[in-house]
């Protein structure tokens, strides 16, 4: 795809176009998923986590509740 998007060889006008967004798209699909996917993931699981471990905090029985000597 290089050659073709730097316009290297016969009927190079046509093909620049087409080469330009098939490099460009794989180049952002590889940041994308190499770098923003892991760090909004990190990022959801830290603001979640917390609520969660409130949650069970919450059901958590209470000690001594219901126990009757």
Do not use: C, W
Request: proline share 9%.
């Amino acid at each position: 795809m290089t050659p073709m998007a730097i316009g290297i060889g016969r009927g190079h006008e046509a093909n620049i176009p087409l080469a330009r967004a098939v490099v460009g798209g794989m180049l952002s699909s590889t940041f994308l998923t190499l770098f923003l996917v892991p760090v909004m993931y990190t990022l959801l699981v830290r603001r979640v986590q917390p609520m969660i471990d409130i949650e069970e905090e919450m059901k958590a029985p209470l000690a001594g509740e219901g126990v009757t000597p």
